[in-house]
């Protein structure tokens, strides 16, 4: 699963990687469907939502373009068995083994960050020179989610967790990417928030306000430089805000959405909306807005602020579920401000967070099997989540 997350980040001299791991991992996932029939597991389920919700407006409205079947073909081939492979976490014990494995791919993406080209802006790209700065910078931001996590969790020794934080905000820097850092801050205040139910709001205040007074003495001592483009954006957020274009992206999307209901097809957005330079509107919900249409766009944000809603209800009875909360929160602020139709993470994360969120539900009922939580063999669920 790790694989099919990063597997294009990674320098294999040109293997395709994410393909070969799809194709291993297709048969692992109908052995897992098999062996769990009669009941489907419930990533199956949100997968065929996610799946029908970019199926039909390309039914209705097929793409006319290379980019548009290429993008609509890469979601079905990709995307969605990288959603589906969501049933092998099928506990906290899972979600744990896979958050390590997950610091350690960022741990590898923030080396080849800091010991690779870059590009002419000064930004990494990886070590094969071919990464885009904002993907590689996704990657290494996301297990730091997961890395503060495990650290209240307790799951690392201590000299682990100070390494792996100070090379994955090294490789994040090193990226120059401010989207995904944004998307750190605001994914840290939720572990930090809801690690400890019974103090939600003081964490939160005291994070917000040590927040707040580090920004002002960076602001006034200039800690970070003014010529990095994380100092631009934080001496002038204004302008840095203009000369990223995404206002210059959103504004067309959004007069587009409103003249076509019904979308204008999948890869067709730059034919409309003017813009040479680009081809999406760096924003995956405005994108699905206008391409597929309104219905398909609300479907997609409704199931969003359900699986949100169901996450925040559930940590506080399941560590798993803050894990996989900060982690949507992480990946919803950086398909908004730079993410496409193919954000694989995100749709995993969001599956997984559907997922997650039924583990309180399965704990509360420990002597009957559970046969709806999953797919797999129903054995008796322990009050921790993990099978007994």
Known sequence: MTLLLVGTLIPARGIPVVTLTAAMLVPVLLWAVVTGLPVVHRAVRFAVVLAAVVAVPAFVTPPTNDYGSTKVSSFFLFTVPTAVAVMLLRDRRDVTTWAKVWVVSGCLLAIFALVGGVDPAGRAVGSDGASNPIWL??????????????????ALPRPVVIGAAVLLVAGLYATGSRGPVLALAIATLVVITLASPAARASRAAVVGLAAGIGGYFA???????????????????????????????????????????GGVGFGHWADHAAIVVYRYPH??????????????????????????????????????????????????????????????????????????????????????????????????????????
């Open 283 to 388: 924003n995956l919900f405005l994108e699905v807005f206008a391409e597929a249409g309104w219905i398909p766009g609300a479907v997609l944000v409704a199931l969003l602020l359900w699986v949100v809603v169901r996450l925040w209800r559930s940590a506080r009875v399941e560590p798993a579920a803050v894990l996989t909360l900060a982690l949507l929160a992480f990946e919803t602020m950086c398909v908004s401000v730079s993410g496409d139709l193919n954000a694989r993470t995100f749709f995993a994360v969001l599956t997984l967070g559907y997922v997650v969120s039924h583990w309180p539900v399965a704990s509360a009922r420990p002597v009957a099997p559970d046969l709806s939580r999953s797919g797999w063999a129903a054995m008796p669920v322990g009050a921790s989540g993990t099978r007994r």
């Open 219 to 261: 602001v006034v001592f200039q800690w970070i430089p003014a010529a990095s483009r994380f100092g631009a954006a934080l001496y002038d957020p204004q302008g840095e805000l203009e000369a990223s274009q995404r206002v210059e992206l959103a504004r067309p999307t959004i007069d587009l959405i409103m003249a076509n209901p």
């Open 137 to 154: 910078a996704r990657a290494i931001g996301s297990p730091a989610v997961a890395l503060l996590w495990l650290t209240y969790r307790r």
